[in-house]
């Protein structure tokens, strides 16, 4: 069975085969480790944004193009097998990536190579792979002191590690962004202490939030295309119903802190992300059907007024 960074490798070798065709520029560093500019100094591209989503997964998840109901602007739909693996062990930005000035979390599988998360102890689940992919949301490209060092937290050679790196303004970066409604959705249900290993699918619809000039624009944009958009349908066997005492708290209207674009409130709360109430970080609406008893439930509503006045009417 391939392993998370091998599924990501065969992404981010098709990246590599088609970086012309999918506007993005492939660099090697002096110790041979190669990053794929998706969006910093290169264009970018919708189908890079869906490759570096699906890179991101490791492979177990899909992601494809539609238009979104309501607001006929384009939209992702992802899909994700075995969402506890693909979402928290892969996608989910938990390393957080520092050196010198540069900051960056990473996301992608080569964090279950170095596992220095608490999530892994939980999910029990560690990988060894001859080749790491990593992903950064980064206006900057990351310094090459710091992927020798991821390299070898991952036990690869550095000629085998490959980084991703999209700016949060950017086509790449914003499909990549919005392609985690799954993925919010699976790490709300592990931080209300519900076992993930128990969700057998996942599939979310997301819009993909216009492509402004400035990050902090583009941050709140992107984070109210989940909030206020982001629709998720998880099937899952919980034999002991476990589920039932939570689900009302899975999407973000549960949040005190719901109802404000994104963006004001982060203004709010002076620019620090960490004092966002963490619930807040989750799909719009999420539905629920639990195989081992039968029962069906929705809970939340997307919120298509918010999203049209802060995208349109400007």
């Known amino acids: 069975m391939k392993t998370l960074n091998e599924g990501a490798y065969e992404r981010v070798s098709e990246m590599i085969e088609k970086s012309h065709e999918l506007g993005i520029s492939v660099i090697k560093t002096k110790t041979g480790s190669t990053v794929l500019d998706v969006g910093i100094g290169s264009n970018g591209s919708y189908e890079a944004g869906r490759l570096f989503a699906e890179a991101c997964m490791g492979g177990f998840g899909e992601v494809s193009f539609g238009v979104y109901p309501g607001l006929s602007i384009p939209s992702v739909t992802v899909q994700v097998a075995n969402p506890a693996v693909a979402c928290l062990a892969s996608q989910y930005a938990g390393w957080a990536l520092k050196e010198g000035d540069f900051f960056a979390l990473g996301s992608g599988p080569a964090r279950s190579l170095y596992c220095n998360e608490p999530l892994y102890s939980v999910l029990e689940y560690k990988e060894t792979s001859p080749v790491a992919v990593l992903a950064i949301e980064s206006s900057i490209l990351p310094p090459e002191s710091l992927l020798d060092s991821i390299s070898r937290k991952c ?33 709300k249900l592990f931080e209300l202490g519900y076992d993930t290993t128990m969700l057998i699918h996942g599939y979310g619809i997301c819009p993909i939030s216009p492509t402004p000039g400035d990050f902090m624009t583009a941050m709140g944009w992107t984070n109210d295309a989940v909030l206020y958009g982001g629709k998720v349908w998880f099937t899952l066997c919980d034999k002991d119903s476990a589920i039932d005492s939570i689900a009302e708290k899975l999407p973000s209207a549960s949040s005190k802190d719901y109802g404000l674009p994104f963006s004001e409130l982060f203004k709010r709360y002076n620019y620090d992300f960490y004092q966002v109430d963490p619930m807040l970080f989750s799909p719009a609406s999420v539905s629920i059907n639990n195989i081992a008893t039968g029962r069906w439930q929705n809970f939340g509503r997307e919120n298509l007024e918010l999203l049209r006045r802060e995208w349109f009417e400007q």
């Open 155 to 187: 036990d690869v050679d550095p000629r085998d590690l490959y980084v991703l790196v999209a700016p949060t303004n950017s086509l790449a970066g914003a499909v990549q962004i919005v392609s985690r409604v799954v993925e919010t959705g699976v790490h």
